[in-house]
């Protein structure tokens, strides 16, 4: 791992993201309304809640896919509220999406080293030859061998299954090196092997760096997260560890007991 990764400028424990007051408005509908979020260094938190709730809008404010109604957001003590998302990700915010975003007919080798052209200051030179592009496959190797992939580097990415397209994704995410990952929906469309295994990764590689993630499997969410923010109807409900937003009676009410009825 990375100096990046290892050591970003928050210490461990320290607010390292953060949201004052997060509001969004869409044609006068509130649907984001006066959120505060810490997310705090080298942990795993969570955006949960009810279909509606707000949670991909707080995703897309955070990371600059939205320009925010009122309020501030500052990451690791930077205000970047108005911040482009193209900076933001040059900061060490990166994110990834619902729907699996490689390269289909690229290799696995070749998606990652494509991935890793830009902290190379590679990303533009498309003039330069394959024999200095070559250079990347060692760190290329790396970062596959972490999301177990090794054996399908000289694969397709069309050829993987859908779980292992995420695994993959999260490679990519990887080879840009930041100290924080936001993850929307990680789990989505996975059975229960690949459910276990992205699990699985995300905890390795949360290891050393911060992570938050919208998800809707309270059972990754219980097994993997340090904090846990509960929105419903775009305003937060309640915060804290897993055990104690389930012990809440209005999250019950809004989100978990839908869950297990």
Not at 18 to 41: H, I, M, P, Q, Y
Not at 110 to 115: C, E, F, P, Y
Not at 169 to 197: K, N, S, W, Y
Not at 209 to 221: G, Q
Request: glycine share 8%; charged share 20%.
């Amino acid at each position: 791992m990375s100096a990046a990764a290892a050591s970003p400028a928050a210490a461990r424990g320290e607010v390292i993201l953060s949201a004052r007051g997060l509001t969004k408005e869409f044609f006068g509908f509130k649907a984001v309304s006066n959120v505060d979020l810490d997310v705090r260094s080298g942990t795993i938190h969570a955006l949960i809640g009810p279909n509606g709730a707000g949670k991909t809008t707080v995703f897309n404010l955070l990371t600059k896919f939205f320009a925010p109604t009122a309020g501030t957001i500052t990451f690791d003590g930077r205000d970047i509220t108005r911040t482009g998302p193209a900076e933001v990700a040059r900061l060490g915010l990166v994110r990834s999406f619902q729907i699996s975003a490689v390269f289909p007919h690229l290799t696995v080798l070749d998606n990652v080293r494509v991935a890793l052209q830009r902290p190379a200051n590679l990303a533009t030179q498309f003039w330069r030859s394959n024999r200095l592009l070559d250079r990347l496959d060692a760190r290329a190797m790396e970062l596959i061998e972490a999301v177990n992939l090794a054996d399908s580097a000289h694969l397709q990415a069309v050829e993987l299954s859908y779980g292992r397209k995420r695994a993959l994704e999260i490679a990519t995410t990887l080879a840009l090196d930041p100290p924080v990952m936001l993850f929307d929906e990680p789990m989505a469309g996975m059975g229960a092997e690949d459910i276990g295994r992205i699990s699985a990764l995300i905890r390795r590689i949360g290891e050393g760096r911060t992570i938050l993630m919208v998800e809707h499997n309270l059972s990754v969410v219980a097994d993997l997260c340090d904090e846990v923010t509960v929105l419903a109807r775009g305003e937060i409900l309640s915060q804290g560890s897993y055990a104690t937003v389930s012990a809440d009676p209005r999250v019950k009410e809004a989100y978990l007991g839908s869950e297990h009825e």
